[in-house]
């Protein structure tokens, strides 16, 4: 029972990490989602830089378009890092049983992680589609959520399925690098002072922002071309398009996303939006990890009353 306990506990206290970053940072997600969906030859591109997104929002009073599918991105944020976290706690100390060691090696970390971020992928991707869409439509001209998924079929609703799978290399790569660093910190934590082991350590708030950062960083770095294509191809088709119906179905492959970045900006083009993309998930991922470590203490004390209250009435039950 406590291993199902601990693993909700971490899922609960993810997921909630997740709705506040998304909430506090998402005009900073729109811009830079509508700024990495376009794709066009310098001549004649609409945004120079990510700052002309905003800016074509404020001269147009269309401020609050920046909003534009607040409510899909929560709700796949919520259910993606409640899965996410569930599936990576839950694989971890399962992995943790049956080889019987005490802690979990780097290699090992990364498979657990990337059993995760499928699991989740698969879940929630119809939500990411309809997010991204949303969010790159023309300003003023979004629709809502039941509207979206009625403007596109199933097979469409999992566009970039694959190239998000590739991605779960992302949360891999920054949950091993944080679990790293966050281990040797408790360690010298422990060395100064003996833990009370009636809950789950944790980092303070500086700690986990610090460590947060870092992580996502280098995860970003790794994998920016990848998410580059991916946001092409889940992109609402803009009014202003160039390009023929033909191509633009084209460009909702892999092959033929990286194909029109190539051609019509070449190899930069891949790393078209990466400072925004930084600053965006490092800012969003240290703020989640932090508001994470700090609410695990209070849903781990939450699950552990529950459980004795389950314990107490069954005993009761026996006894009747």
């Known amino acids: 029972m406590a291993f199902n306990l601990e693993s909700i506990s971490e899922a609960t206290s993810g997921a909630v990490g997740a709705l506040v970053s998304t909430t506090v940072l998402y005009p900073l997600d729109t811009c830079k989602t509508k700024y990495q969906a376009e794709i066009r030859s310098r001549n004649h591109q609409k945004y ?24 899909t991105k929560n709700l796949q944020s919520f ?49 990411d589609t309809a997010s991204s869409r949303m969010q790159t ?57 003996r833990g009370t082991g009636l809950s789950p350590e944790s980092l303070s708030a500086f700690s986990a922002f610090v460590l947060g950062a870092v992580s996502k960083c280098v995860a970003t770095c790794i994998t920016y071309p990848a998410i580059r294509c991916k946001v092409t191809i889940q992109a609402a088709e ?6 023929k119906e033909s191509q633009a179905k084209a460009e909702k492959t892999i ?18 939006g990466l400072q925004a993309q930084i600053l965006k998930t490092v800012l969003s991922s240290a703020l989640h990890l932090m508001v994470k470590e700090k609410i695990t203490k209070g849903t781990w004390v939450l699950m552990l009353a529950l459980q004795r209250y389950i314990l107490v009435n069954r005993i009761k039950l026996k006894n009747a």
């Open 48 to 71: 120079r830089n990510i700052s002309d997104v905003l800016w074509e929002a404020i001269s147009t009073g269309r401020i609050l378009s920046l909003y534009q599918g607040l409510g």
């Open 255 to 272: 092959s033929g996303a990286m194909y029109a970045i190539w051609r019509r900006e070449g190899l930069l083009g891949f790393l078209k």
């Open 238 to 243: 803009s009014d202003e398009d160039e390009t």
């Open 79 to 127: 259910i993606s890092q409640f899965v996410y976290f569930y599936g990576y706690s839950f694989f971890k100390r399962l992995y943790l049983r049956k080889s019987g060691n005490k802690s979990i090696g780097t290699r090992a970390n990364l498979i657990v992680a990337a059993a995760a971020g499928a699991c989740t992928v698969i879940v929630t991707q119809p939500l």
């Open 137 to 193: 439509s023309e300003f003023g001209k979004s629709k809502g959520l039941w509207k979206t998924f009625s403007d596109f079929t199933w097979r469409e609703a999992f566009d970039g399925l694959g190239i998000s799978l590739l991605l779960t290399i992302n949360p891999s790569v920054q949950y091993t690098v944080f679990d790293q660093l966050k281990e040797r910190l408790l360690k010298e934590k422990r060395s100064r002072s």
